[in-house]
């Protein structure tokens, strides 16, 4: 990150100059999903009230994506869009227009695709894996991904490589 090969080269400039990326990129990660409704955070703060006092927790982003896709409360999904496909589904598009035709949910169907962008965890997809059956029991998920992180991968991948344009290893 800083540029030097030992610690004998490091520089005030070069050590800041390494500080001042770092928090750029935590800054542009912390943007990244800026133009959501729901999905802005996985942070979820504490309540430190009278009685009872909970802590402040992480609440990973396919945790919240899964429970809110088999959330029964909620119809259409805010973040969660249904993409139209076919002469079918652009018909009812249309009709939409004309009088109320409800779009399809993803939790309508026994089978569910994730597909991650950027990569997946093995701890990820176990977390999806046994999360789905209590939400809704019999249906499949099936967790794709550009590539399989390991815990090393992810330091990597938010501080040494370029964003704009990644090495996906293809």
Known sequence: VSGCDS???LTFHKSR???DELFTSLRDIAGARNLMKQFKSVYVPGNHTHQASTYASYKPLLKQVVEEIFNPERPDPVDIEHMSSGLTDLLKTG???FMKVS???PSDHPLLILFVVGGVTVSEAK???DLVPSLKPGTQVIVLSTRLLKPTSIPE???TTDRLHPDLGF
């Open 17 to 19: 100059r390494a500080v």
């Open 95 to 97: 009709f939409s227009m």
């Open 127 to 129: 977390m999806i894996k």
């Open 103 to 105: 779009r399809p949910h």
């Open 7 to 9: 610690s004998i080269n």
């Open 157 to 159: 991948l938010l501080f």
